[in-house]
């Protein structure tokens, strides 16, 4: 595996680290307080090419790799993980399918917009009894004719109140089980579409999340991505791309709080001397860095993985499942490392710690990374 990184790999990590200093960072907390989706943040990103990172330049986008993506993605998450995560479901879970099963005429449609920020994505899997286990789909579409009737309840949409238009999964044929789930590209806009109240979350709180209901809504045939019967498997496969960029969101997360708890250890000074001297935050911030890196390294395995057209689903499950743990560790030792100042909404520690954990439940809980891991090392 290579670690040295092309130019233009490069390029893009230095464009997205200095937006993510200079304008970010310093609304962070703002955007934490406030609740509120930072649109005029959101803009910028499309502005500069990040959110179509992967997207082909004949659709609008840069036509860079998933490592190119993974790395602009950990600098934004570091400065503010709502925006992260944001991006990742722009990127992974909406503008992935589309490119990946969409017509010529869907690709034109949304893709450009998408990648521009003008237009907002939300991915709509899971459901009040359809969570982990994604094949139990309650929302249905009825054929009548050259279109489709969808009625049913998705649950935790993230940007679900501020999306242009919704990757929804639905049960086609329920009998035939995972064969018989389909995916349709929905305007949030058509007739029947309602979004419910935004959650009110423990973390990542500028990034909303909220159900969305479906009620006799008509699509043409032309809404329908994908085979009739593939849903599940498109939904697998963004969901796989987006373990890629949940882990780089997480991985974010744990910079943020391991360079946080540095800069404070070396300012805060007890018994004479700064706390970073005291040996015991020392194997603290050792243990952080050394799980920082390790994280970073699985990331970019997948990554490089998935831009090689091989296999990459395990490996993406190893690079969430472990990034998300090691984002809880780092973000629990920073508050420790803080101190009472940690417990207060003063000091960033606090946000690190309550944006971490969505990053072990969203896109496969840790649990379901584990059943995914097993069930590949049992079949070699």
Not at 95 to 100: D, M, N, Q, V
Not at 111 to 139: H, M, N, V, Y
Not at 164 to 185: E, K, N
Not at 275 to 296: C, G, N, P, S, Y
């Amino acid at each position: 595996m290579n670690f040295e990184l092309t130019p233009e790999q490069k390029m893009i990590r230095d464009t997205a680290r200095e937006l993510a200093t200079r304008e970010i960072a310093p609304k962070a907390a703002e955007i934490d307080r406030s609740h509120q989706f930072p649109r005029a943040v959101f803009n910028r990103l499309g502005e500069l090419g990040l959110l179509g990172i992967m997207v082909p330049e004949k659709w609008g986008g840069a036509g860079m790799d998933t490592l190119s993506y993974a790395l602009a993605l950990e600098e934004i998450s570091r400065a503010c993980a709502s925006t992260g995560v944001a991006m990742s479901v722009q990127s992974s879970l909406v503008e992935a399918p589309i490119l990946k099963d969409g017509t010529d005429a869907q690709k034109t449609r949304w893709l450009s917009d998408l990648a521009a920020g003008r237009k907002i994505g939300c991915f709509a899997l899971s459901e009040p009894e359809a969570g982990s286990d994604a094949k139990a789909q309650k929302t249905r579409a009825v054929r009548d004719g050259n279109r489709w009737i969808l009625n049913g309840t998705k649950n935790f949409i993230t940007n679900g109140p501020v999306a242009d238009l919704a990757i929804v999964v639905a049960a086609t044929d329920p009998a035939a089980g995972s064969r018989g789930i389909t995916a349709f590209i929905v305007p949030m806009k058509t007739a029947g579409v309602t979004v419910g109240p935004p959650d009110d979350k423990l973390g990542i709180c500028g990034a909303p999340s909220a159900q969305l209901f479906l009620s006799d809504v008509a699509l043409d045939d032309d809404a329908r991505l994908g085979e009739v019967g593939g849903g599940f498997k498109i939904a697998m496969r963004a969901l796989d791309g987006g373990r890629i960029g949940i882990a780089a969101q997480a991985l974010g997360i744990a910079r943020a709080a391991f360079e946080d708890a540095v800069r404070y250890a070396r300012e805060r000074k007890t018994f004479g001397q700064p706390i970073a001297e005291h040996q015991a935050i020392q194997f603290k911030l050792a243990d952080m860095r050394t799980e920082i890196d390790a994280a970073r390294m699985l990331l970019w395995r997948a990554a490089i993985k998935k831009d090689a057209g091989g296999a990459y689903s395990t490996d993406a499950a190893m690079a969430k499942l472990f990034a998300s743990e090691v984002a809880n560790r780092a973000a629990k030792e920073g508050v420790q490392i803080f101190g009472g100042y940690g417990y207060l909404r003063d000091f960033p520690a606090e946000r690190h710690f309550r944006d971490a954990k969505i990053t072990e439940i969203y896109e496969g809980t840790s649990e379901i990374q584990r059943m995914v891991i097993a069930s590949a090392l049992l079949k070699e």
